[in-house]
Structures are given as structure tokens and as C-alpha cells.
């Protein structure tokens, strides 16, 4: 049985989509209502995974144990594709995530004024350049994952909900517009959603 700590709307809620999309049974904690939440996580972010008595932590590297430990057709098996499905995985964790982490960082640590409104329109000029790219990828297939949504698609669409917190508009194409809405509906990912309002 795992133990999945989440903040609201963060990224931890694609870690539970996976979580819900193997099949997982879980508990769900919030992040706001435990205290030394840093004896978890030592850098007090969230994903993180408690798995017997061990506390995994990094999204993309939870998302590979699971994809590992258990049977799945998110990630497929053969060499090249499966290569494929880590590389996008990577590309949403480590560039895409980190491109809207700077729009939390402008946010909270710049004055208001016509530094902060820069900051803010290069940030959103990265994230629509990387959109572009999602866009591109998506010229032959409804996923990143081909015909079937991999890791990738699902925090994708996570990512893309934080946009609307900023005085940005951050341009996303038709295709990436449809996967979006597409992994937003499935099951698993409406009740990840009405999970963490019933655990917040
Ligand atoms: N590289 C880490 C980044 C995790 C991260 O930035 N998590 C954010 C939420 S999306 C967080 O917990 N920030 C601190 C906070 O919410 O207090 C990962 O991929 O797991």
C-alpha cells in the first residue's frame, strides 16, 4: 500500500493519475496537514512516495518505479518506443515543469512593475515555444504516447492548469488543446481531482 503526500492542483496529482490509471490502491495525505512535512521531503516539495517504509521522491523518478513495478501499457516495452516515452517523461519533468516553476518564482519574489511584467512575458515566451513542440510532436498522434496516453500527456495536462494563475496568456495548440481535455476526462484523472478536495 502506498502513501502518496500531494498539495492541491501540483504536481503530485499526475503521480496520482498513474497511481489510479495501474489500478494502485493508496493513501492520500495532504501536504498542508502534516507537520515536518521536511522530515518527509527534505526541500518540502511534493510528489512523494511512501512505500514500505521507504520515502521515494522526484515525480518522474516515482512514475518509472511504478511504470516498472507494475504491469501497464503507458509505457510500452519495446526498446525504442519505450526510450521514446522516457525521453517525452524527461521532457515535461525536467523542461517543461521547471519553464511554469518560473512563473511561481516571478510571482512571489518580484515586485510589482515593469521588471515583474517582463519577467513574466519571457517566462510565458519559453512555455509557448515549448507548447510548439508539444504541438509538433502531436502532428501524427492524439498522444505523446502514440494512440494511448503516456506519463507524459498526463503531467502535461497537470502543467497546463497553472497557467491561468498569471497575468500570461501562454498560447497551446489545437492538438495539445485535445489531448489536454482528453486526459482531463478520463476516470482516473476526474477522481484524482475529487480525491485531493475531499483529503486538501
Ligand atoms: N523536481 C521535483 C519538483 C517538485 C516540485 O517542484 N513540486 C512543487 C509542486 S508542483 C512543490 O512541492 N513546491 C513546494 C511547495 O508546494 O511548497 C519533482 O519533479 O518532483
Redesign the pocket.
Known amino acids: 500500500m502506498y502513501t502518496l503526500y500531494f498539495?492541491k492542483g501540483?504536481?503530485?496529482l499526475a503521480t496520482q493519475v498513474i497511481l489510479r490509471e495501474l489500478n494502485q490502491p493508496f493513501e492520500l495525505v495532504s501536504?498542508a496537514r502534516t507537520p515536518d512535512f521536511n522530515k518527509v521531503n527534505p526541500i518540502?516539495?511534493?510528489?512523494a512516495l511512501a512505500v514500505d517504509g521507504e520515502i521515494l521522491?522526484?515525480?518522474?523518478a516515482?512514475i518509472l518505479y511504478l511504470l516498472q513495478k507494475h504491469p501497464n501499457d503507458l509505457l510500452p516495452g519495446a526498446a525504442s518506443a519505450r526510450q521514446q516515452g522516457i525521453e517525452d517523461l524527461m521532457f515535461a519533468?525536467a523542461t517543461v515543469?521547471p519553464a511554469y516553476?518560473k512563473l511561481f518564482f516571478i510571482a512571489s519574489v518580484l515586485p510589482d512593475g515593469d521588471v515583474k511584467t517582463q519577467a513574466f512575458s519571457a517566462a510565458a515566451q519559453q512555455l509557448s515555444g515549448l507548447w510548439q513542440r508539444v504541438e509538433n510532436k502531436l502532428a501524427d498522434q492524439p498522444y505523446l504516447g502514440g494512440l494511448h496516453p503516456s506519463p507524459a500527456d498526463v503531467l502535461l495536462a497537470v502543467y497546463e492548469s497553472w497557467g491561468q494563475f498569471f497575468p500570461v496568456t501562454i498560447p497551446v495548440g489545437p492538438r495539445s488543446r485535445t489531448m489536454i481535455d482528453s486526459i482531463r476526462n478520463r476516470p482516473s484523472y476526474l477522481a484524482a481531482v475529487a480525491a485531493e478536495q475531499q483529503a486538501a
Open positions: 498539495s501540483a504536481c503530485s501536504k518540502g516539495a511534493v510528489p521522491t522526484e515525480g518522474a516515482i519533468n515543469h516553476s
